[in-house]
C-alpha cells in the first residue's frame, strides 16, 4: 500500500507521529539509532530531510541507516532539490506557500521534477506553512510567517493547497521553535479543509502533543526532542502516547 493512502486510512480513525531526523545533524549511525528507538516508541514514519542543504550521498546513507535499524518508512522532506534519494519510500513533493522566493514555491519543483519521476518513488503533493516564530526554516525559506493566531490566513492557505490537488498540508512553527502552533489556530485550519493536517514544531512533551492533537492535527511530527535526548525512547513513548490515545 502507498504511504498516502496508509495515511488516508488512518484519517479520523487514529492519529499517526512522524520522527524528523536531519542528515546534517548527525551521522547515519546516529540517525539510525534515533529510528531505531523512535520506531520502539511507536512512531509510524521517519521523515529525512532539513533546512539545511546536505549531499544527496549524505541523504543515501541516512536512508540506508535508518531503514536498516528501524525497519519503518522513510519520507523525503526536502529542503532543497539536492536531498533526494532513490532509496526512500516516498518524498513529499511540496511547496512553501507563504515564501517570498519562487524557489521555494516552484522553482526547486521544476528543477527536479523529471529526476524525481524517473526514480519510481512515490510522490505525495504538499503544502507547508510556516507560521511564527519560523526559526531556521522560516528564515532560509524567506517565509512570510504567518502569525500565530491568524486563523484567517491559516485557512486560507490551506485551503488553497487543497483546492491545488494538495494531498496533505503541514503547518510548521519550526524546529526549535519555543512553542507549537495554538490549538484554535490549527483547529480553524482543520476545520477549512478535508485533507489530512501535519503540525509540526514546538512539540516536546506529552502535553503538547494532546493538544494540537485534539484540536485536529491527524499526523504529529517531533525532531529535535529526539535528537536532543539522552534516551530517545524514554523521551518519545509518553508524547506518542499522549497523541494516539
Request: hydrophobic letters at 45%.
Amino acid at each position: 500500500m502507498k504511504i498516502i493512502d496508509e495515511i488516508l486510512a488512518a484519517k479520523g480513525r487514529r492519529k499517526l507521529h512522524m520522527t524528523l531526523i536531519d542528515p546534517a545533524s548527525q551521522t547515519s549511525e546516529k540517525a539510525g539509532n534515533i529510528a531505531r528507538e523512535a520506531g520502539m516508541a511507536g512512531s509510524d514514519y521517519i521523515l529525512i530531510g532539513g533546512s539545511t542543504s546536505v549531499s544527496s550521498d549524505m541523504v543515501d546513507s541516512t536512508v540506508n541507516e535508518v531503514k536498516k535499524a528501524s525497519g519503518l518508512k522513510t519520507i523525503l522532506f526536502p529542503g532543497s532539490n539536492e536531498m533526494i534519494s532513490r532509496k526512500a519510500d516516498a518524498i513529499l513533493f511540496m511547496s512553501l506557500l507563504n515564501s517570498r522566493n519562487i524557489k521555494f514555491i516552484m522553482g526547486y519543483q521544476v528543477a527536479s521534477s523529471l529526476f524525481v519521476k524517473s526514480l519510481g518513488i512515490e510522490t505525495i503533493p504538499m503544502g507547508y506553512v510556516v507560521f511564527e516564530p519560523g526559526m531556521t526554516v522560516g528564515k532560509v525559506g524567506e517565509a512570510n510567517l504567518v502569525g500565530r493566531d491568524d486563523k484567517k490566513l491559516a485557512s486560507s492557505y490551506v485551503a488553497a493547497a487543497e483546492l491545488l490537488g494538495m494531498k496533505l498540508v503541514y503547518l510548521e512553527a519550526g524546529s526549535g521553535a519555543p512553542q507549537h502552533i495554538p490549538p484554535e489556530t490549527i483547529r480553524a485550519a482543520k476545520n477549512a479543509i478535508s485533507i489530512p493536517v501535519i503540525v509540526g514544531g514546538g512539540i516536546r512533551t506529552p502535553e503538547a502533543a494532546e493538544a494540537v492533537s485534539r484540536a485536529g492535527a491527524d499526523i504529529v511530527v517531533t525532531g529535535t526532542v529526539a535528537e536532543r535526548a539522552s534516551s530517545i525512547l524514554d523521551s518519545l513513548t509518553p508524547i506518542i502516547k499522549a497523541l494516539k490515545e
